[in-house]
């Protein structure tokens, strides 16, 4: 690259519009789509698409409710001939979709071009030469009324050629090629005389297609372009304008978006973005824009995934991860902050269908487009507690107490970072059982016994044979619930040495067995640490007990000791059960 003094390249001269009125504009409606998939896309791939791949590719666009369609340029090659007419003779166009066929504004393509769509019920005869100064020089060595001719000689041909195709409504859309860096009053001028030959009226106007063949400049420019175009033509009202924006600046979305405001109402370009060079508009990325201002794209574009899938099976290519509302990593938060803000914004949006949409970091619905909220939060060793709590309830229907979860995700973020990994929510479920729902050592529970007190009706009696570290002791406590008591039978055999600080459970709402969770929460008492245990069982009575167990093993494998507090006052006890009968 250069350094300093770059002389080989010059800034986009500026549009002389003092007065432009497109900032202060907004997009109220759809545009008309028009797909060029099948023509601008194809061939650009390394490997066209052969024509059952451009059968699928053409029934995935009438799908999701393309009403135009480039299928090619039946004159260029003997395929996209026999494409367009298996089309037509099979009669695969659905009756409110209309073909459009590309040609050079030459006569033998324009003979041939007529011949492809002979029997179609309607079709846009699509007519492009280039007009801008560069191409006119170096390629054509054409002056600029030389230009205009063809434009106007191609244009009285197709108009001859209509009387015979009887049965097709025609449809006339005339490009000047490489309008972005054609003068604007000579794109004008071609355009005008086209329209004095072609004679469009307000019922049947003319498509002008004012393409960005190459991206040369701000996205702004290209707005005043369109603009200056629309508001200098003679007889706006029989002309559609349509856009036409590479991408080779990386701005082609903006460019339609802003050449919207200034004036077009209708937009060519492919899934994706597919196309020459860094490839044309993705109509995917405008019609989702427009869909996240509320307004109805007019494709169906619920089921991005199979798009997706579509699109890479039949031409090749690949949606870049990180690409607008399709990439695989769209829906993904890595950052602990990212991942609490999207869990808070779920947690609190109004679950009224229709109501706006408001989460933080997601500007659409994954849901509305078929992605899923599964692939939302993935784990690695920075995510935040919010995100592993999140996995744990929409994956596993596990709804750890808020106060649980900066240990479990300090547990997560330690494996993570020792396997230099991501995981995945599978191996954060095992993770967890490892942690809390198999812990049966030192302490176990063997069997245990619930008796009422004839004498006392607010209080139970406890009996248990449990494991402390191989040896199997007998215990008995009593207390107003099974686990106040279970507490005070530990406190008999000299195994308490902690406070209950909190208690909880819940049904598990995945899966098909009816089991229930319970959350135990102890602070050890020589040096206040809290620990949390947990245990899942189908008897509800059960999992609380074994939870305190969980705990208890927690508390004990960090160093507790087996005989702690043979003086530990069991009135210190905190105990909160809920659901138990006092
Ligand atoms: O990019 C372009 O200019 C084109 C024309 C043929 C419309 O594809
Ligand atoms: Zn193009």
């Given at each position: 690259?250069?350094k ?9 001269p500026?549009?002389d519009?003092?007065d432009r ?7 109220e ?7 060029v ?9 390394a490997i ?42 099979n009669?695969?166009?659905p ?6 066929v590309l040609?050079?504004?030459r ?13 179609a019920?309607?079709?846009?005869v699509?007519?492009?030469n ?16 030389e ?7 191609g ?16 449809r006339?859309?005339?490009?000047p ?5 054609t ?13 004095e030959e ?10 002008l ?5 190459v991206?040369?400049?701000t996205p ?7 603009e200056?175009f629309c508001?200098?033509?003679k ?13 080779d ?9 802003l050449?919207?405001?200034?004036g077009?109402?209708?937009v ?8 020459e ?17 509320g307004i109805?794209?007019g494709?169906?574009l ?7 899938e ?7 290519m690949v949606?870049?991860e990180r690409?607008p509302?399709?990439g695989?990593?769209v829906?993904?938060?890595?950052s602990?902050?990212?991942?609490d803000?999207?869990k808070?914004?779920m947690?609190?949006m109004?679950?009224t269908?229709g109501a706006?949409w ?27 507690k ?17 106060k649980m ?9 330690r494996?993570?970072?020792?396997g ?8 954060i ?12 050592k ?11 007190r004839?004498?006392d ?14 040896k ?21 055999a000299?195994l308490k ?12 709402t ?8 319970a959350y ?6 020589k ?8 245990s ?9 007990l074994?939870?305190?167990v969980?705990a208890c093993?927690?508390?004990w ?7 702690l507090a043979?003086?530990a006052?069991?009135s210190?006890?905190v105990?909160?059960e ?5």
């Amino acid at each position: 690259m250069h350094k300093k003094n770059i002389t080989k390249y010059k800034p986009f001269p500026a549009v002389d519009l003092p007065d432009r009125q497109w900032p202060n504009r907004r997009i109220e409606r759809a545009p008309i789509w028009c797909s060029v998939d099948l023509r601008d896309g194809n061939q650009a791939l390394a490997i066209p698409m052969n024509i059952k791949e451009k059968l699928e590719m053409f029934q995935t666009l009438v799908d999701i409710g393309f009403k135009e369609i480039e299928v090619g340029f039946p004159s260029a090659s003997e395929t996209e001939f026999a494409f367009t007419r298996l089309l037509i003779e099979n009669d695969l166009i659905p009756p409110d979709v209309t073909i459009q066929v590309l040609v050079q504004a030459r006569e033998h393509l324009i003979h041939r071009t007529f011949e492809a769509i002979r029997g179609a019920r309607q079709a846009i005869v699509h007519l492009y030469n280039s007009t801008n100064p560069l191409q006119r020089r170096v390629t054509f060595g054409l002056s600029k009324a030389e230009i205009k001719e063809i434009a106007v000689k191609g244009t009285r041909l197709v108009k001859e050629l209509v009387p015979e195709v009887k049965d097709t409504l025609i449809r006339y859309q005339y490009s000047p090629e490489s309008f972005s860096d054609t003068e604007l009053e000579f794109s004008l001028e071609v355009c005008e005389a086209v329209m004095e030959e072609w004679q469009p009226t307000e019922e049947a106007p003319i498509i002008l297609n004012l393409p960005a063949t190459v991206e040369l400049s701000t996205p702004n420019v290209h707005a005043d372009q369109i603009e200056w175009f629309c508001r200098n033509m003679k007889e706006r009202s029989k002309a559609i304008i349509s856009l036409h924006t590479h991408n080779d600046r990386g701005s082609g979305v903006a460019a339609t978006e802003l050449g919207l405001m200034a004036g077009a109402g209708r937009v060519e370009g492919t899934l994706f973005g597919n196309g020459e060079r860094t490839g044309n508009l993705d109509i995917v990325t405008v019609a989702l824009n427009l869909y996240t201002q509320g307004i109805a794209p007019g494709l169906d574009l619920s089921d991005l995934n199979t798009l997706r899938e579509s699109y890479e099976r039949t031409t090749r290519m690949v949606v870049h991860e990180r690409h607008p509302y399709a990439g695989e990593l769209v829906f993904t938060a890595f950052s602990g902050s990212h991942q609490d803000a999207i869990k808070k914004g779920m947690d609190q949006m109004d679950p009224t269908p229709g109501a706006h949409w408001q989460v933080p970091y997601l500007p659409i619905d994954p849901d509305d487009i078929g992605r899923t909220y599964k692939a939302i939060i993935r784990i690695n060793s920075q995510s935040g507690k919010g995100g592993v709590a999140y996995i744990m309830e929409v994956e596993f229907g596990l709804e750890l107490p808020k106060k649980m979860h900066p240990e479990f995700s300090a547990v997560i973020n330690r494996i993570a970072d020792e396997g230099s990994k991501e995981l995945q929510p599978e191996e954060i479920k095992a993770a967890f059982y490892q942690e809390y729902i198999d812990l049966n050592k030192p302490l176990s529970l063997e069997s245990y016994k619930i008796s009422t007190r004839p004498d006392d009706h607010r209080h139970i009696t406890f009996t248990a044979d449990i494991i402390v570290e191989g040896k199997k002791i007998f215990i008995e406590g009593v207390g107003n619930g099974p686990i106040a008591a279970f507490v005070d039978a530990l406190d008999g055999a000299g195994l308490k040495g902690f406070h209950l600080t909190d208690f909880r459970q819940h049904a598990i709402t995945k899966g098909s067995a009816a089991e229930a969770i319970a959350y135990i929460e102890i602070q050890r008492e020589k040096d206040k640490q809290m620990f949390w245990g947990a245990s899942i069982d189908g008897n509800i009575e059960l999992a609380g007990l074994k939870a305190l167990v969980s705990a208890c093993n927690r508390a004990w494998v960090s160093e507790m000791p087996t005989r702690l507090a043979t003086d530990a006052a069991s009135s210190d006890l905190v105990l909160q059960e809920k659901g138990e009968q006092s």
